[in-house]
């Protein structure tokens, strides 16, 4: 650090590093390439570094007339760079295009580092990745399958599908004449209930059963995915017939890396690419907005050309921490025109639609918290700030979290957790975990996850004399893991309860209908999970949650983050934070600069 700190040389790259801008990794490669490239002009330079930095802040490329007008984060915190130190547009622009680090315009191989194209500029190698994508699915969407007949899918639709929500309908039949389809809805819209189905008609429908890869970005993803499936196969209100039940419940869900066979040795880093494809006809990606441009561009890469792909998330929630947003820039895209699949529709029946069919109905949370995510969606801070405000079922809002029954909610389920593990009542502790959580947007300060989970266990400490949270492992200890252990069986992401069985301590993770112990002496990254940040809840839902918004300065006060925070409640959502923090979540969009959306 001493070295890099005294390399820098004065002038503009050391000048908006010190405004905290750029970290010491953005100028560090774009000195070394800069050097490598013989490049010594400082706006192409500091151009380099904004490449690399916003990487770090989720796009995979700078919008150059955006630069000194959109908001700049760092460490959670707003980033002011003076007007003054940004390069007149016209003459940086001009430097960028002439310098020997940058290629210009869409053609061309890829021997330079930047990439210029419009007014975006690229990494290279993002470029590159995001052309995969939408090349990729360009070409899919408009490749349309071999014909299927149209009795056979009458006679599937009266098997499988019922008239109680079109939207499930449609998402079930669109695969069956769609080479990509996104199925995409909240929570509680019966996203998994629908991939059954959808999975059912293509069984029934094509000449031969499909060979189906059923994948996620993470473990837990994965995991609950095989979970939700295995239920919605052997739901009692609408149950699969016995054989496709049968097909269906063998298919075992991994992630994306495992599906494409990571090789870490390897150059190409997975077995399956364009040379060695996939050998699956249907590929269904569920939780596919946590999927970024890189992994997305392998997965494209390494499907067959027939092959189906079906793309499963909520393109509303929070994007990867990782660069690109890929399932929300397919659903922005215009969709394709597609005579063929809205006639097969039409004579189904069934509302015209395009590859991208929204599940609308929410059938789990209480209709209080559905109007709310609704508003929120739309944009409508007033009407946000009326539900919140007003008396509407399931939803409350106060300016501190005095003014709620936050200490009484987790002292009373705290103390059913701790009771229930101590007594080896597994299932009780579970559920106990999953009736209410503490969500934040930060991980530090005021509003961050490590001040409140302090103040928690400060509450509980108080509450039950014989409680103790100093030991490394007690009964009642509820954990987050932060690392995967595939040998393990657990995964980042997951949340447990450590539980006395007979005298001896497990950790214990719900698995659908099972319960899966380990030996919490054998976890390594694990953290006391008294609150969590609003992006490790992606993909979970409780009973009732309390999220804490942070002051309106906060960089991390989005809509994207308020409606995925809303939605991982069922029953009761407490918002705890000023009017004009709420507001401004509402208003405020996030930002990821990306050329994806254009280019489909």
Sequence with gaps: MTDLATSLQPGLLADVHATGALSWADVHVAQKVSFLYSETDQRVQLALALAVRALRAGSTCVELSAVGRDRLEADEEIVGVPDELWPDPVQWRAAIETSPLVGVGASGGGERP???????????????????????????????????????????????????????????????????????????????????????VLHRTLPKPPLVALAAPTGKAAVRMQEALSEALSDPRSPLPADLADALGGLEASTIHRLLGWVPQA????????????????????????VNVTLMARLLDALR?????????????????????????????????????????AALDLPASGPVV???????????????????LAGDADAVLDLAGGATDGVRFAPTATQTDLADRVVRTGRELVAAAREGR???????????????????????????????????????????????????????????????????????????????????????????????FLLEGVQTIHAMTVHKAQGSQFDRVTVVLPAPDSPLLTQELLYTAITRAKQEVTLIGSPESLALAVRQRARRASGLRERL
């Design 426 to 520: 597994v299932g009780a502790a579970l559920a106990a975990l999953d009736e209410h959580r503490l969500l934040c947007a930060h991980r530090r300060g005021p509003y961050g996850v490590a001040l409140w989970s302090r103040q928690v266990e400060e509450w509980l400490v108080a509450a039950m004399d014989d409680f103790d949270p100093t030991p490394a492992w007690y009964a009642g200890r509820p954990v987050l893991v932060t690392q995967n252990s595939p040998d393990l069986g657990v995964y980042n992401g997951d949340t447990g309860v450590v539980v006395n069985l007979g005298g001896v301590l497990q950790a214990c993770f719900a698995r659908g209908n099972r319960v899966h112990q380990v030996s919490p």
């Design 114 to 200: 930047l990439r210029l194209v419009g007014d975006l500029l690229y990494l290279e190698r993002y470029w590159q990745e995001e052309s995969i994508v939408a090349t990729q699915l360009n070409a899919r969407r408009d490749r349309v399958p071999e014909p299927i007949p149209l009795e056979g899918l009458r006679a599937a639709r009266a098997e499988l599908l019922t008239d109680d929500d079109t939207d499930q309908a449609v998402a079930a039949i669109v695969p069956a004449l769609a080479g990509v389809t996104v199925v995409a809805g909240g929570p509680g819209t019966g996203k998994t209930h629908t991939l059954a189905r959808l999975l059912g």
């Design 305 to 345: 050309p027939q092959a189906r792909l079906v793309l499963v998330g909520d393109p509303d929630q929070l994007a990867p921490v990782e660069a690109g947003a890929v399932l929300a820039d397919i659903v922005a895209a215009p969709a394709p025109a597609s005579t063929p699949l809205a006639e097969t529709l």
């Design 267 to 290: 150059r190409s880093r997975f077995s399956h690419h364009a040379a060695n494809p996939l050998p699956h006809d249907v590929v269904v990606v569920d939780e596919a907005s946590m």
């Design 358 to 376: 929204r599940l609308r109905h929410n059938y789990r949370s209480v209709p209080g918290i559905t109007r709310l995510a609704e508003a929120v």
